[in-house]
T-cell receptor, first 111, second 114 residues
Framework: SQQGEEDPQALSIQEGENATMNCSYK?????LQWYRQNSGRGLVHLIL?????REKHSGRLRVTLDTSKKSSSLLITASRAADTASYFC???????????FGTGTLLAVQP | DAMVIQNPRYQVTQFGKPVTLSCSQT?????MYWYQQKSSQAPKLLFH???????NEADTPDNFQSRRPNTSFCFLDIRSPGLGDAAMYLC?????????????FGPGTRLLVL
C-alpha cells in the first residue's frame, strides 16, 4: 500500500497547548498537503508544502517537510476547542490528479 | 460562494437496492473525485474524472459506477449495495495542473445499508 502513516493515532490536549502530528510517506512527492475533517463532515484543506520547501506557516499552523526522511509534521500552536478534528496528510505520490491520504490523527482539545 | 455540494447528506437503502449519490460543483474544476471513507479510516479513492475521461482505481469493485454528464455534476451509482458498502462517500474537485494541487471536498453523503 502507498498509504502514509500518521502518528499519533489520537492526541488529547488542553486548550492553549500545542499539538504536533507526524506523517510518514513511502514514495517521492511533488508536494504534501494537510487536511482537517470535523466529525461527519468533508475534508478542508489547511496547507500545502512543496517538495523543495522545508517549512511553511499559516496562522497558527506550522508544517515541516523532510524529504530525505519522507516525513512531515503539523504543529498547531495555542490550540482551541474548535481545533478538535481529524487531521490527514496527503501526498501526490509523484503523480498527477491523485492524492494518497495518511491514516489520520484524531485531535481532541479539552476546554 | 463557490462550493462542492452533495445530496443527499444521508441516504438509507436496502441490501441489493441500487442507489445514486450526487455531487455538483460551482468551481468549474475539470477534475472530480469520489472517495469512500469508513469509520476512523482515511478516504479511499474510488475513481476520478478528468473532464470526461474516467479513471477507475484498480481495486474499486465493479459494483461502483460513475457518470459525469457535464462539468458541474458527477454521480456515484452503487448497483447492488452490500452491508460492507455502508460508509461516508466524499466528492471532491480540483483544477488540473501539471502537479496535484488542492482538492475541494463536499460535506459527504453518509450511506446506510439495511
Amino acid at each position: 500500500s502507498q498509504q502514509g502513516e500518521e502518528d499519533p493515532q489520537a492526541l488529547s490536549i488542553q486548550e492553549g497547548e500545542n499539538a504536533t502530528m507526524n506523517c510518514s510517506y513511502k514514495t517521492s512527492i511533488n508536494n504534501l498537503q494537510w487536511y482537517r475533517q470535523n466529525s461527519g463532515r468533508g475534508l478542508v484543506h489547511l496547507i500545502l508544502i512543496r517538495s523543495n520547501e522545508r517549512e511553511k506557516h499559516s496562522g497558527r499552523l506550522r508544517v515541516t517537510l523532510d524529504t530525505s526522511k519522507k516525513s512531515s509534521s503539523l504543529l498547531i500552536t495555542a490550540s482551541r476547542a474548535a481545533d478538535t478534528a481529524s487531521y490527514f496528510c496527503a501526498t501526490d505520490g509523484g503523480a498527477t490528479n491523485k492524492l494518497i491520504f495518511g491514516t489520520g490523527t484524531l485531535l481532541a482539545v479539552q476546554p | 460562494d463557490a462550493m462542492v455540494i452533495q445530496n443527499p447528506r444521508y441516504q438509507v437503502t436496502q441490501f441489493g437496492k441500487p442507489v445514486t449519490l450526487s455531487c455538483s460543483q460551482t468551481l468549474n474544476h475539470n477534475v472530480m473525485y469520489w472517495y469512500q471513507q469508513k469509520s476512523s479510516q482515511a478516504p479511499k479513492l474510488l475513481f476520478h474524472y478528468y473532464d470526461k475521461d474516467f479513471n477507475n482505481e484498480a481495486d474499486t469493485p465493479d459494483n461502483f459506477q460513475s457518470r459525469r454528464p457535464n462539468t458541474s455534476f458527477c454521480f456515484l451509482d452503487i448497483r447492488s449495495p452490500g452491508l460492507g458498502d455502508a460508509a461516508m462517500y466524499l466528492c471532491a474537485t480540483s483544477s488540473r495542473t501539471a502537479i496535484q494541487e488542492t482538492q475541494y471536498f463536499g460535506p459527504g453523503t453518509r450511506l446506510l445499508v439495511l
